[in-house]
């Protein structure tokens, strides 16, 4: 991870009001954060946030965005393991099917590969 990804990170994390220092209000944080890299295509960035935000939310949401942000950036088995804790927290979503016939498509050839 650059220095840089990380730098932010922490400033996010440093920078929530001390009323909003819960787990659900810091990944919240990092999850928006993570959603405006995405827009301005700082891909590794906003994988570095969502990450972030995976380990302090109970939201299957911020799976998803982590497995979105690792399959961009090649990173299949993490993009992989992502959304299939995705689809174990989020059982009734509904792309349900849209996920799970990604990880069959794009990712479990390349296992069978290895």
Known sequence: MKPSVL???TALLAS?????QTNEGQARTLR???QRATAEGR???AFALFRAAAEQSRDPDVWLDLGTSA???RMDAVAAE???TFLERSPNAA???EIEGRLVSEFMPA???R
Do not use: T
Not at 16 to 20: D, I, L, N, T, Y
């Open 71 to 73: 399959d961009r950036l």
């Open 95 to 97: 792309n349900r099917a």
């Open 111 to 113: 296992a069978r590969a």
């Open 7 to 9: 730098l932010i990170v």
């Open 16 to 20: 929530a009001p001390a009323s909003a």
């Open 82 to 84: 992502a959304y299939q």
């Open 43 to 45: 891909i590794e960035e």
């Open 32 to 34: 928006r954060a993570g």
